[in-house]
């Protein structure tokens, strides 16, 4: 456990820690008063843990959407296997030309 210091205001110890600014629970529990200092630390630190997340969320959300996007997209479904899309143009071409050259010699006869 780290030690703690005494207030210079109460002269009570202070439940904050010398590095990082976190509160001692132990402390705490024991009933030593918290500065109000000390809550705004931590409740800055918490704001800027929660914004630092929420931005991070964001960005992935964004990278999924991209990502949803580019995958649904028929245009770049084609541009990524063109070989295949112009085998599939190409049969369904061939199926309506056979199709359509025995319809015409059936209405010749």
């Known amino acids: ?60 959300v964004l990278a999924l959407r991209r990502a949803m996007a580019r995958r649904t997209d028929w245009r770049e479904w084609v541009g990524r296997h063109a070989l295949f899309s112009l085998g599939v143009v190409f049969a369904i071409g061939a199926i309506g030309g056979l199709n359509s050259g025995r319809h015409r010699s059936k209405k010749l006869r």
Do not use: D, K, W
């Open 1 to 60: 456990m780290r030690q703690v210091g005494v207030s210079p205001r109460c002269g009570c110890a202070s439940p904050v820690s010398r590095q990082g600014n976190t509160v001692n629970l132990e402390l705490y529990e024991r009933g030593v008063p918290i500065r109000a200092a000390t809550v705004s630390v931590e409740l800055a630190l918490a704001e800027t843990e929660l914004e630092r997340t929420r931005e991070e969320v964001v960005r992935s």
